[in-house]
């Protein structure tokens, strides 16, 4: 056998040798654990037990003498002069930072601000509405539960704007124009609990109201009598807050008893 002839079987051996070893067995994955989603900042308020809730009913009063509101001069457009809005209490634009009637004071935002956990509105939640109409919002102060939307509805013949500036993180600000005689509103969402969120129209700078985000299902919002009920409440104690765009917040503690209805009082004064 020549040294050519050795060479060349080694060789064969080699190769041969080689592509018969068994391929080595794949290691297994690493398992990966399942994505776990954290808990929301606020759920959805369980049932309340109708046989042991209990409700609160209120007034808000205002001590001192009631400024006078003061009619706005609209006519600059013609749009926002209708000679009959069925649905406004006072015809007349005037101002709404302070509306009395015998020593009872409107638009109060009152809400259950501690006491309760907070909850966030059910899925599917109707959305409030606030309405544009006489070159006015109507209403001037409204309220939400934390996780619900409001609905932004144009009834004047012109176009208004709709401006929030919310300060919570969360709530979005919002600066859109609305186009008149709108049929589709304009919907926007606040997730974050806040007080007193302003909304303006830019292109009629007297236009104003103010949407509060309550941290659960307990809040109301005084009528022209000044007074308020909240229901269905659970039986315990609480924090119960007044809020007035101007005149600032009060707080009271408040215990419900089951199947009762508590009175509660709040007095502002001028300042």
């Not at 919002?137 to 176009?159: C, E, K, M, R, W």
């Not at 969402?189 to 009629?204: A, D, G």
Request: charged share 10%.
């Amino acid at each position: 056998m020549t040294l050519r002839t050795t060479t060349l079987l080694l060789l064969a051996t080699v190769i041969t040798s080689a592509g018969c070893k068994k391929a080595p067995t794949p290691s297994a994955p690493t398992p990966v654990a399942p994505a776990v989603s954290k808990p929301t900042a606020a759920e959805i308020a369980p049932p309340v037990d109708a046989a042991t809730a209990g409700a609160i009913s209120g007034v808000v009063h205002f001590d001192g003498a009631a400024p006078a509101r003061i009619p706005i001069d609209v006519s600059a457009d013609p749009g926002c002069l209708q000679p009959s809005i069925p649905d406004i209490t006072n015809p007349p634009n005037l101002t709404e930072q302070l509306i009395v009637n015998d020593r009872l004071l409107a638009n109060v935002y009152v809400y259950i601000k501690s006491g309760a956990p907070n909850y966030t509105a059910p899925p599917g939640s109707r959305p409030a509405l606030l309405n544009q109409k006489g070159c006015r919002y109507i209403p001037h102060v409204l309220a939400i539960q934390q996780g619900g939307s409001v609905a932004f509805l144009n009834s004047d013949s012109t176009v208004h704007n709709i401006h929030t500036m919310p300060t919570q993180p969360g709530n979005n600000s919002s600066d859109i124009t609305e186009p008149a005689n709108s049929t589709e509103p304009r919907t926007q969402s606040f997730p974050t609990p806040e007080v007193m969120i302003p909304v303006r129209c830019n292109n009629h700078p007297w236009m104003s109201a103010f949407i509060n985000v309550a941290p659960n299902p307990w809040f109301a919002v005084t009528g022209t009598d000044g007074t308020f009920s909240i229901t269905g409440l659970p039986p315990g104690t609480y924090t119960l807050a007044a809020v007035q765009e101007k005149l600032g917040e009060q707080d009271i503690q408040i215990t419900v008893k089951p199947k009762s209805v508590t009175s509660a009082s709040f007095t502002f004064a001028a300042k």
